[in-house]
């Protein structure tokens, strides 16, 4: 049975970290997460999700480093105000979780990537909440860290860990 959602931005988020060898890991949050999950558990191919990340709501408790991410050298949120998630495959790993794969795109460029989803218990409930998670490489999306490492980038590493918590709404 085909069950569609829609995420409620004000009750979905996406944290990131960033592993540092020097300083404390560099952590923060997008406020705003919207899209669309369509969920059929009798046939996973026809299953999709939609994923949305406004990323001017980030916040890393640094007003200074959360203007540089918006900058165009990390995000450029001029020209790309939104991180896109679009699955092309699930997959049950027969544990709990969905092996998602899709299309991910992050400051224009767009990469293969695998989301682990959290798999719902029950897809016939008025709201659903579901975690999703995926590591993505900074240099194959240009997300540079030039302006604000003055010793090196070398002392950050180039995985941003994401981690989504998303409210859905039955349509």
């Keep these: 049975m085909i069950n569609v959602y829609k995420a409620n931005p004000d009750q979905s988020n996406a944290y990131f970290?960033?592993?540092?060898?020097?300083?404390?890991?560099?952590?923060?949050?997008?406020?705003?997460l919207s899209g669309s999950f369509t969920f059929d558990s009798d046939h996973l191919e026809k299953s999709?999700?939609?994923?949305?990340?406004?990323?001017?709501?980030?916040?890393?408790?640094?007003?200074?480093?959360?203007?540089?991410?918006?900058?165009?050298?990390?995000?450029?949120?001029?020209?790309?105000?939104?991180?896109?998630?679009?699955?092309?495959?699930?997959?049950d790993d027969g544990n709990g979780t969905l092996i998602v794969s899709g299309e991910l795109t992050v400051k224009g460029i767009t990469k293969k990537a695998v989301l682990e989803v959290e798999k719902p218990d029950d897809t016939n409930q008025k709201k659903l909440g579901l975690s999703a998670s995926t590591v993505i490489n900074r240099d194959k999306f240009k997300l540079e860290l030039?302006?604000?490492?003055?010793?090196?980038?070398?002392?950050?590493?180039?995985?941003?860990?994401f981690d989504m918590n998303i409210q859905l709404i039955k349509q």
């Excluded at 970290?17 to 949050?29: A, F």
């Excluded at 030039?146 to 860990?161: N, P, T």
């Design 17 to 32: 970290q960033l592993k540092n060898s020097i300083i404390p890991d560099i952590t923060g949050e997008f406020s705003c």
């Design 48 to 91: 999709r999700i939609e994923a949305y990340i406004d990323v001017k709501t980030i916040n890393t408790g640094d007003s200074t480093r959360d203007t540089y991410f918006k900058s165009e050298d990390f995000f450029n949120i001029q020209k790309h105000p939104t991180i896109k998630f679009i699955s092309s495959e699930f997959k």
């Design 146 to 161: 030039r302006s604000i490492m003055e010793v090196g980038e070398a002392l950050i590493g180039d995985d941003i860990q």
